[in-house]
Antibody
């Protein structure tokens, strides 16, 4: 069974940094694209970032480019999201998700999410 | 940049009724990259449909995705109590990025 467990969320001051982690199990981790998606309170879903299975390719939404860095450790089945220069607009539940095998780029498994609150 | 519009914003129906949800793109979208997700309060989203018309693993056959180009539809043939939720469509385009629609809430009439 695929499991994705996020951690690292919490309260951070504007301008601060935070590192989110996602522990994966139940699948061949290094074979799959991993992604982060966020959801501000009461709002819709927003894709944040993607990383290829090898970690060689990374992609970011314009709203986080230059401030967030996605990475992975395939030896530990972990994916990370380093967030810096945080603002209130980054307050959201952050979900880790696994890409489906094949060309469709769907997100077929999701973690339970970790809440990031940016506030003074 | 492709914008997805979902309608209606809210759909009020009774169990057993048919639900028809629309997702319209501002320009043509590859069907390969069109997906639908269901989200219930306090839960993570769940993949329902990928490639516009393929049901994800474990998704009941009352869920059907269709469409092409700029117009896509998610149909729930007979609403079950567990189907009342928010539904999002999503597309993938270039530069590599994903866009979600604003969602359609299906609630109990």
């Amino acid at each position: 069974e695929v499991q994705l467990v996020e951690s690292g969320g919490g309260l951070v001051q504007p301008g601060g940094s935070l590192r989110l982690s996602c522990a994966a199990s139940g699948f061949t981790f290094g074979s799959y694209v991993m992604r982060w998606v966020r959801q501000a309170p009461g709002k819709g879903l927003e894709w944040v970032s993607s990383i290829s299975g090898s970690g060689d390719s990374t992609y970011y939404a314009d709203s986080v480019k230059g401030r967030f860095t996605i990475s992975r450790d395939n030896s530990k089945n972990m994916v990370f999201l380093q967030m810096s220069s945080l603002s209130a607009e980054d307050t959201a539940v952050y979900y880790c998700s696994k890409g489906i095998m094949g060309a469709t780029k769907a997100f077929d498994s999701w973690g339970q999410g970790t809440l990031v609150t940016v506030s003074s | 940049e492709i914008v997805l519009t979902q309608s209606p914003g809210t759909l009020s129906l009774s169990p057993g009724e048919r639900a028809t949800l629309s997702c319209r793109a501002s320009q043509s979208v590859s069907s390969t990259y069109l997906a639908w997700y269901q989200q219930k309060p306090g839960q993570a989203p769940r993949l329902l449909i990928y490639g516009a018309s393929n049901r994800a693993t474990g998704i009941p056959d009352r869920f059907t995705g269709s469409g092409s180009g700029t117009d896509f539809t998610l149909t729930i043939s007979r609403l079950e109590p567990e189907d009342f939720a928010v539904y999002y469509c999503k597309q993938y385009g270039t530069p590599p990025k994903f866009t979600f629609g604003p969602g359609t809430k299906v609630d109990i009439k």
